[in-house]
Structures are given as structure tokens and as C-alpha cells.
């Protein structure tokens, strides 16, 4: 059974930084696009960021210079640094995982996570 289980997520100032965590159980990261959505009270979800099997980046062109994606495939986490933090990135942060293996990042993924909220005051 797969899980994928966030953590990292809390209240900062507007200026400040958070790493964001997604632990995977039942899931090896290193063979699959993995990804970071966000989802602000009454928006849609949106895409933040991917990263594929062999680390391959795509960022959100709002968050290009400040967020990085990244995975340690020896402890099967994928993080998500994110500095510079402004109030419109308050939102719910989920990680994703596409169910293909060894293949570039698709636009749905099968798995997901519980979230983990960031929310950034003024």
C-alpha cells in the first residue's frame, strides 16, 4: 500500500522559509515523477512543481526563484524548500506521486498525500 505522508508545513511571517517534506512508504521515489500541488482556500489545486525519476525540475512561474524541489532517494523523501515566502502562498500543500515508472511527469497523478498547511501573514 502506498502512502505518502507530508510534514514541515506551519505559520511564518511573509520573508520567511519553510522545507516541506513528503516521506514515501510502499513507494520507490527514485522511479517515479514525483510532484508538489497547492491548494488556497476557495482556488482550485494548482501545480507548484515536478520532479521526474532522474531529477528533472518544472516550476510554477510564480514560484520560480523561490521554491525548490528536490528528493533524497536514500531516505525515499522528496522536500520542497520554500523561501522568500509571501501571503499568497498560503495554501495546502500535497505531495503526488504518477503511478508509471521510468517515465517523464504526466498531468494527473495516482497518489497522494494528506496535505500539510503553510499559512504566511503580512
Known amino acids: 500500500q502506498v502512502q505518502l505522508v507530508e510534514s514541515g508545513g506551519g505559520s511564518v511571517q511573509a520573508g520567511g522559509s519553510l522545507r516541506l517534506s513528503c516521506a514515501a512508504f510502499g513507494y520507490a521515489i527514485n522511479e517515479h515523477c514525483m510532484a508538489w500541488f497547492r491548494q488556497a482556500p476557495g482556488k482550485e489545486r494548482e501545480l507548484v512543481s515536478t520532479i521526474t525519476w532522474h531529477g528533472t525540475t518544472i516550476y510554477q512561474d510564480s514560484v520560480k526563484g523561490r521554491f525548490t524541489i528536490s528528493k533524497d532517494n536514500a531516505k525515499n523523501t522528496l522536500y520542497l524548500q520554500i523561501n522568500s515566502l509571501k501571503p499568497d502562498d498560503t495554501a495546502m500543500y500535497y505531495c503526488?506521486?504518477?503511478?508509471?515508472?521510468?517515465?517523464?511527469?504526466?498531468?494527473?497523478?495516482?497518489?497522494w498525500g494528506q496535505g500539510t498547511q503553510v499559512t504566511v501573514s503580512s
Open positions: 503526488a506521486g504518477d503511478e508509471n515508472r521510468y517515465r517523464l511527469c504526466e498531468k494527473t497523478f495516482t497518489y
